[in-house]
């Protein structure tokens, strides 16, 4: 599997889990980020395939990040994963952009499932 992901999250322990679960599965995490801001740029550099991005993030929220990177590819794969569950956060990340959305914490059958499923189409 040649598809880069890129992660986000405010929390290093997250960041942590979710490249362990995907290199375990074959897929090549380019890098991380702990805010929407830090994600954009590193967006523009790296061009990833994918990106897994928290919604409740310090600096950039991930609802404003998705924008901006809608803005720069509105072909742009994002999946939200997020503790918020709330089905106006997922509305709304969905209407921004998000093709796909997983509550934390998630079961790892179920992150690869999204991830799959996102990138192949």
Do not use: H, W
């Not at 890098?31 to 830090?38: L, P, Q, S, T």
Request: overall charge negative; some cysteine; aromatic content about 4%.
């Amino acid at each position: 599997m040649n598809d880069k992901i890129l992660i986000c999250d405010d929390a290093r322990f997250m960041r942590v889990t979710l490249k362990n679960s995907l290199e375990k599965e074959g897929y090549q995490v380019v890098d991380e980020a702990e805010n929407g801001e830090v994600l954009i740029e590193k967006y523009k550099q790296l061009n990833p395939d994918l990106i897994l991005m928290d919604i409740t993030m310090p600096v950039m929220d991930g609802i404003s990040a998705l924008s901006s990177i809608m803005e720069i590819n509105p072909n742009a794969k994002v999946i939200i994963c997020s503790a918020m569950g709330q089905g106006d956060i997922v509305i709304k990340a969905i209407k921004t952009g998000a093709k796909d959305f997983i509550v934390k914490p998630f079961r790892n059958e179920r992150l690869i499932q999204s991830v799959r499923r996102v990138l192949e189409n």
